[in-house]
């Protein structure tokens, strides 16, 4: 683990026998700074934060496809990680890092790291680098990516092989994700998420205007009466240091005029509609955010946008942690949801209804349906043989005795 850390912000030289990685656009990549965002919006930044926290409840597995039938691996190395990524993070953590980061950058670098005595994957750490990386190719075909940090003053170089990238929206972009394309998408939207936070603000200001002023006095007092007038000033300097309502004690020689405030609000459809335009950008609802999600919104919303991503990312992760040989024998990484959290609890309870007869599922994994924990002594593990014993025979799982 601590190698990892000293292979990122040890001091390195480069080697400067490379050239650029060719790409089939006729460009190459570069170094370019990460501006003005539109996370920075807290509309924005809510809907994303909905969905990584959705895709943290993702399962990552270690699974062998043979002729068509899957098996989960549970004692590899790879398995191991799955289930604990790194000694920072847990699963849901990495993932929901992971997710942020690709919608932040349109690119997401996972460090593979293997360093042990067998060469087998220790740990996986999601990359922050503080500019888009460079890929290099040597003239031997090798690639690899440099990475600038922050804190560290050298470009670090890491393996192509070693580096998991998982991109987001491919447009015209060799090997990253992104392009000219959601470029000009997310500028536009900037547009209209900086009108939205203009509006808010001469809102904002127009109230505390609104409530600086209750009145105005008139002082009836000659020009030139200076004495006079300094009296009727400082006597109403003081009346306001003595009242707390801000009205001063008034005599003959002045009048009070209250201000009417009325207060000029933005068309509450317009602002309506910018933040529709924000939240339909990502996929997001009002009522999602706000927890109001039929069992169809959940769906929809989990085909959309979770599911894509999640077989994206076990493609991306299968590429690098397998070799070419396991990955033909079936090898991949596969990212499973838990679907009966889409359902609502009456669609549970009929599922566990239709199936209980059946003894499809223990009764830990029907307990976990219902948000129970687990029955002790491993009692769960047994499964329901239904309402009755129809082979006579007596087992653990509640049947009839003779």
Known sequence: MAN???????????????????????????????????????VV????????????????RHVRNVDGKLTVI????????????????????????????????KTCYILADTYNDKGELEGLYVLLPSVKPILKEYPNGDLTYLFNFDGSNNLIELDYDTVIVWRDNLEDQQYMGGGTYDNQAQADLLASLEAYH???????????LGCMFDGLLKVNAYGGDDESTKAIR??????????ANGLPVLDMGADYVQVQRQLKMVDGQTMQEI????????????????????TQDKEAFYENHIEPAAISLGQAMSKVLFTQWQTSHGDEILLYPHKVQLMATSEIVSVITATIAAGVFTK???RNMLGFEPLPNGEGQTMPRGYNNLDGTTDNGGGATE
Do not use: W
Not at 198 to 208: D, F, L, P, S, Y
């Open 4 to 42: 990892v850390f000293k292979k990122i912000f040890k001091p390195k030289k480069v080697n400067s026998n490379f050239n650029d990685a060719i790409t089939m656009v006729g460009y190459e990549p570069n170094f370019s700074k990460f501006g003005s965002h539109t996370l920075y919006s807290n």
């Open 45 to 60: 930044y809510s809907a994303v934060q909905m969905k990584c926290r959705y895709f943290g409840k993702l399962e990552p």
């Open 74 to 105: 549970n004692d590899s190395a790879i398995a191991r990680v799955l289930k604990r990524p790194n000694y920072y993070q847990t699963t849901y953590e990495f993932l929901a890092q992971a997710y942020f980061k690709r919608r932040q950058d």
């Open 198 to 208: 203009t509006i808010k603000q001469a809102v904002a200001e127009a109230a505390k």
């Open 234 to 243: 400082d006597k109403f300097l003081e009346d306001i240091r003595n009242n």
């Open 275 to 294: 933040k529709e335009d924000a939240l339909i950008s990502e996929g997001v609802t009002i009522d999602m955010l706000e927890g109001r999600m039929t």
């Open 364 to 366: 830990d994994e029907y």
